[in-house]
């Protein structure tokens, strides 16, 4: 048993592979696993960009990180991921499997049910619960290899686990264009959850640990009319903040959550407690 509670907390001498490393909120989780002491591979389709961000980590933390271009949806593309990451640090132990899309094409995205084309269904899949599968399995299969166990973190959303207020979406834009959220967004974040607690049982034995983490909405460029109906949703009285997403990882990343395998934190300002 360990007495200093601190040190549970330290990612020190681990090396982490986050996907969708470059994007909105996976800048935040590098830099808080990089902040802890974690080798940060910064995963992402846009390879420019993660290289950018890790440059970043390095600059701000003096950790060791490296950008890596990878198409999650693509086997190919993730075996080489995988090898990448092992062949720069000699291992993986953490992977906050977070990548997700909203397709190359909004409006087909943002399109009603009765009418939403196979292949934006297809497309979204493909990357939200498909790129899941293949990266969860090849890092699986490295931990496995390397018999030292490890922590998979998975993103899901609150729209995995309750369904879409429609009076929240009625006047509400995003980044200047109307919004709603699409039945193939959350089948998609739902079916996250079944992964997790599937990998979480087959993988006990072997001391790999596998979480999932839940986020409500996050400020990133909504209108008034959104935000303000959706505090009026939510106990705490507003949206959540970026900032305000990375402690979770870093928990379940570390041996602070040495016992926690199989579960779902959500940081979502009380909303599905109503």
């Not at 989780?29 to 290289?51: M, N, Q, S, T």
């Not at 990266?135 to 998975?154: D, T």
């Not at 309750?162 to 039945?183: F, M, Q, V």
Request: hydrophobic share 40%; aromatic share 10%.
């Amino acid at each position: 048993m360990m007495d200093n509670y601190k040190e549970q907390f330290s990612l020190t001498g681990m090396t982490a592979v986050v996907t969708g490393g470059a994007g909105f909120l996976g800048r935040g989780f590098c830099a808080g696993l990089a902040e802890f002491g974690a080798r940060v591979a910064v995963v992402d389709i846009d390879g420019k960009a993660a290289e950018t961000h890790a440059k970043t980590l390095r600059d701000r933390y003096g950790t060791e990180a490296v950008g890596i271009a990878c198409d999650v949806a693509d086997p190919a593309s993730v075996g080489d991921m995988v090898a990448g990451v092992v062949d720069a640090f000699g291992g993986i132990d953490i992977l906050h499997n977070n990548a997700a899309t909203k397709s190359s094409d909004l409006n087909a995205f943002f399109a009603p049910y009765e009418e939403y084309s196979f292949e934006a269904w297809r497309e979204i899949m493909a990357v939200n619960i498909d790129g899941m599968f293949l990266v969860s399995q090849a890092v699986g299969r490295e931990m496995l290899r390397q018999k030292r166990g490890g922590s998979i973190i998975q993103t899901s959303s609150i729209y995995g686990i309750l369904g879409p207020d429609k009076r929240i979406y009625e006047g509400s834009h995003y980044l200047g264009r109307e919004i709603n959220t699409p039945a193939v967004y959350s089948v998609s974040k739902a079916a996250v959850l079944g992964l997790t607690r599937h990998l979480a049982t087959t993988w006990a034995e072997h001391r790999i640990r596998v979480n999932a983490v839940t986020f409500g909405g996050i400020e990133s460029g909504q209108n008034e009319t959104f935000q303000n109906r959706y505090a009026g949703c939510v106990p705490i009285g507003r949206m959540g903040q970026a900032d305000e997403t990375v402690a979770a990882v870093v928990f379940l990343a570390s041996d602070a959550s040495s016992y926690v395998t199989g579960q779902n934190i959500v940081v979502d300002g009380g909303l599905s407690a109503w």
